[in-house]
């Protein structure tokens, strides 16, 4: 079975700050994809960013882009000009590709904090 | 364009009691899931109801059951619930043939506290 794990339990950045956050994951696919979600306090989960496995090249949306590293097992997330409104929680999440795999998995997640 | 809706937003019952979830998946979205949030940890997959039957199952208890209905919509039901199944009870609805890196959205939520 797939697991992921976020290390940090809580984190905080200055607004306008750079601010990364980890995910590892633990899996024997070698194609699968990775989401990182947001939580905000109105608990309605947002897609911020996903990355397929097999793509080299990470993903980017605007001021959120990924480092995926393949071999490490390693998926952080950085939110690059931070404003006040990106505090949330934020989830990584996993998912196996092909027919009969559809649950995502997800970390116990990074609380954000913004600094004016 | 109205997304994922979920009834109701709060909800406390007794131990040993049932419950029934309700969700409305978004405009055009035929696939519905269902996680259990419990508070501080990331959600956990119960289900998933495509074509009105269950597609994927996860670890959860028989007490956990669902359904859809024609017209997607769906419903989770927990039987003889127990303290801990006080969590929040996210529903995700996906578009048709969106496997893999297809975007699951979520409604905001059913708060279960059960005393």
């Known amino acids: 079975a797939q697991t992921v794990t976020q290390s940090q339990p809580e984190m905080s950045v200055q607004e306008a700050e750079t601010v990364t956050l980890s995910c590892t994951y633990d899996?024997?696919?070698?194609?699968?994809?990775l989401f990182w979600y947001k939580q905000p306090p109105s608990r309605q989960m947002i897609l911020v960013i996903r990355?397929?496995?097999?793509?080299?090249q990470n993903a980017t949306e605007n001021r959120f882009s990924v480092n995926f590293q393949k071999a490490a097992k390693s998926f952080s997330l950085k939110i690059s000009d931070s404003q006040l409104g990106d505090a949330a929680m934020y989830f990584c999440?996993?998912?196996?590709?092909?027919?009969?795999?559809?649950?995502?998995?997800f970390g116990k997640g990074t609380k954000l904090s913004v600094i004016p | 364009d109205a997304g994922v809706t979920q009834s109701p937003t709060h909800l406390i019952k007794t131990r040993g009691q049932q419950v029934t979830l309700r969700c409305s998946p978004k405009?055009?979205?035929?696939?519905v899931s269902w996680y259990q949030q419990a508070l501080g940890q990331g959600p956990q997959f119960i289900f998933q109801?495509?074509?009105?039957?269950?597609?994927q199952r996860g670890n959860f208890p028989d007490r956990f059951s669902g359904h859809q209905f024609p017209n997607y919509s769906s419903e989770l039901n927990v039987n003889a619930l127990l303290l801990g199944d006080s969590a929040l009870y996210l529903c995700a609805s996906s578009l048709p043939g969106t496997g893999g890196a297809g975007e699951q959205y979520f409604g905001p939520g059913t708060r279960l506290t059960v005393t």
């Open positions: 990355q397929e496995a097999y793509k080299q």
């Open positions: 109801y495509y074509e009105e039957e269950e597609r």
């Open positions: 405009s055009g979205h035929d696939t």
């Open positions: 899996t024997s696919e070698s194609d699968y994809y």
């Open positions: 999440a996993y998912r196996s590709p092909g027919a009969g795999s559809y649950q995502l998995t």
